[in-house]
């Protein structure tokens, strides 16, 4: 499905300058918010950002992977952790789906209510935000699965899959992403007896 704009391949040219990428990526967050995406238009982003279309086109080859990456700008780095516990890797796991703002939250939710009608946001969203965090969930259970401190027999997909199904609903339904306290709460009373493991009680909150 296309985007509704002419769409012009990335080339190689000059080195990128990171202010003006920034501000792009600024501007398209700014024109999601008050147009939606669907009426989010490329003309409009470069004005805003003081720059012309190719400028857009030599960093970013389509509407889709603008707004995608514009989405990414504001949520947290994926990572993998490390932290000697099961808890506490599962704690930073979760937290990722933290939103650190409310605009984080609503241009993810024009992302998200927008992948039911373009299969191309669909396909972009789910391999750039939503598979890496995915997985590195699912990395942490199996390292954990293979230590001996987890049983090899719980539903560890299924379990992996609770916490990126809940935050992705909250953010498109409500537009507010996961806080803190809900973040704890599911590890500890939602992910932690679901893998077979005791929260220990000096461990809660």
């Given at each position: 499905?296309?985007?509704?704009?002419?769409?012009?391949?990335?080339?190689?040219?000059?080195?990128?300058?990171?202010?003006?990428?920034?501000?792009?990526?600024?501007?398209?967050?700014?024109?999601?918010?008050?147009?939606?995406?669907p009426a989010t238009k490329l003309d409009e982003i470069a004005r805003r950002a003081g720059t012309g279309k190719a400028a857009?086109?030599?960093?970013?080859?389509?509407?889709?992977?603008?707004?995608?990456?514009?989405?990414?700008?504001?949520?947290?780095?994926?990572?993998?952790?490390?932290?000697?516990?099961?808890?506490?890797?599962?704690?930073?796991?979760?937290?990722?789906?933290?939103?650190?703002?409310?605009?984080?939250?609503?241009?993810?939710?024009?992302?998200?209510?927008?992948?039911?009608?373009?299969?191309?946001?669909?396909d972009a969203a789910v391999a750039a935000i939503a598979r890496p965090a995915a997985q590195a969930l699912r990395t942490v259970?199996?390292?954990?699965?293979?230590?001996?401190?987890?049983?090899?027999?719980?539903?560890?997909?299924?379990?992996?899959?609770?916490?990126?199904?809940?935050?992705?609903?909250?953010?498109?339904?409500?537009?507010?992403?996961?806080?803190?306290?809900?973040?704890?709460?599911?590890?500890?009373?939602?992910?932690?007896?679901?893998?077979?493991?005791?929260?220990?009680?000096?461990?809660k909150h």
């Amino acid at each position: 499905m296309t985007t509704g704009e002419a769409e012009t391949p990335a080339t190689l040219g000059r080195p990128r300058d990171p202010e003006l990428e920034q501000a792009i990526l600024d501007a398209t967050v700014e024109v999601i918010l008050q147009r939606g995406y669907p009426a989010t238009k490329l003309d409009e982003i470069a004005r805003r950002a003081g720059t012309g279309k190719a400028a857009i086109y030599r960093r970013w080859a389509s509407k889709t992977d603008l707004v995608i990456a514009a989405a990414q700008s504001l949520q947290a780095e994926v990572t993998i952790p490390d932290e000697g516990s099961l808890r506490e890797d599962l704690l930073v796991c979760v937290r990722h789906y933290v939103t650190p703002t409310a605009r984080a939250a609503l241009v993810l939710a024009n992302v998200l209510n927008e992948m039911p009608h373009n299969d191309d946001v669909r396909d972009a969203a789910v391999a750039a935000i939503a598979r890496p965090a995915a997985q590195a969930l699912r990395t942490v259970i199996d390292r954990w699965i293979a230590g001996g401190d987890v049983d090899p027999a719980v539903p560890a997909d299924l379990v992996a899959s609770i916490v990126p199904s809940m935050a992705f609903h909250r953010v498109a339904l409500l537009r507010q992403g996961l806080d803190e306290e809900t973040a704890v709460a599911l590890v500890d009373s939602v992910l932690l007896p679901a893998l077979g493991v005791a929260t220990p009680r000096a461990a809660k909150h």
